[in-house]
């Protein structure tokens, strides 16, 4: 059983309204829910001996909807706040710099793929068999994942997360997006 996180402290950060955060926290408690009405339906019909039904098959897929939206948002939440600014001496500042040319080329780079029409996300990977980095474009919540690889920093480009503030000026959401990155979390994420 999946029980929604608290991201109540993360009110009150600039450039995110309390009314975007609250109605966001509820999207993403939706996610939960449906996670763990799905689990449960999945395991019910399981033991019944049904899962060679169409509706179980539409449900397993299902669950991957739910499942990394629920995930994705605690990454995203988690990424947001209050942090010491990012170190230019440190190992994460460096990687960056290494994989995308400077610090200034991944941002661009992670501003151009999160401005890119569509709904979705935009993920900061890391793969940990090689150590690379790369910002990846994800459609819906499922689809588009770089297996196997270590998401490090996580923005939601899902209208729900920017018109409330920004209408369709997607651009002021990333920018406000960029100025509210926790470092902190980022730079654990890159570390493990």
Known sequence: MYTARDYSALTGIEGFS??????????????VNNTNKLADTLKAMLAEGK????EYAEL????????DGMRLHEYYFSNLGKSVPLSETGKFYQALAAEFGSYQLWEADFKATSAMRGIGWVILYKDPQTGRLFNQWINEHEAGHLAGATPILVIDVFEHAFL???GLKRAEYIAAFIKNINWS???KRFLI
Request: charged letters at 30%; zero cysteines.
């Open 60 to 67: 397993k897929r299902r669950f991957g909807f739910e499942f």
């Open 18 to 31: 309390d009314t975007l955060l609250k109605n966001h926290f509820t999207l993403y408690q939706g996610y």
């Open 164 to 166: 409330t503030d920004y």
């Open 51 to 54: 899962t060679a039904t169409p």
């Open 185 to 187: 979390e980022v730079e």
